[in-house]
């Protein structure tokens, strides 16, 4: 118990002595230049974005968390009495469903226009 306990205290140790020693061999422009996503870090800080990205983003996330919501669902059917989860897990998939068609219908989801 003792050995392992040692060996893995001398092989952290030694990963993270490597892991901040390397990045400081070769310092060249990029590396040392502040990290902005992407966007020039000395323009400008109100650029134009487009707010469909959010709104893709929202829907994203929103069909996420039904999945979340919808990962019992197997072991749900297992029960003595799975109607009532069954019933609310149908009532998300129809309440979700209506709300995608109605972005769909509205242009919500055209990222080119």
């Given at each position: 118990?003792?050995?392992?306990?040692?060996?893995?205290?001398?092989?952290?140790?030694?990963?993270?002595?490597?892991?901040?020693?390397?990045?400081?061999?070769?310092?060249?422009?990029?590396?040392?230049?502040?990290?902005?996503?992407?966007?020039?870090?000395?323009?400008?800080?109100?650029?134009?974005?487009?707010?469909?990205?959010?709104?893709?983003?929202?829907?994203?996330?929103?069909?996420?968390?039904?999945?979340?919501?919808?990962?019992?669902?197997?072991?749900?059917?297992?029960?003595?009495?799975p109607t009532e989860p069954m019933l609310f897990a149908t009532l998300i998939i129809i309440l979700l469903t209506l709300g995608l068609?109605?972005?769909?219908?509205?242009?919500?989801?055209?990222?080119?226009?």
């Open positions: 118990m003792t050995l392992i306990l040692l060996t893995t205290m001398i092989i952290t140790t030694l990963l993270m002595t490597i892991s901040f020693w390397l990045p400081w061999m070769s310092p060249d422009a990029e590396k040392l230049s502040p990290y902005e996503c992407g966007f020039d870090p000395l323009g400008s800080a109100r650029l134009p974005f487009s707010i469909r990205f959010f709104l893709i983003a929202i829907l994203f996330l929103l069909f996420d968390l039904e999945i979340a919501l919808l990962l019992p669902m197997p072991w749900a059917s297992q029960l003595t009495n068609m109605y972005e769909w219908h509205q242009g919500g989801l055209e990222w080119a226009e």
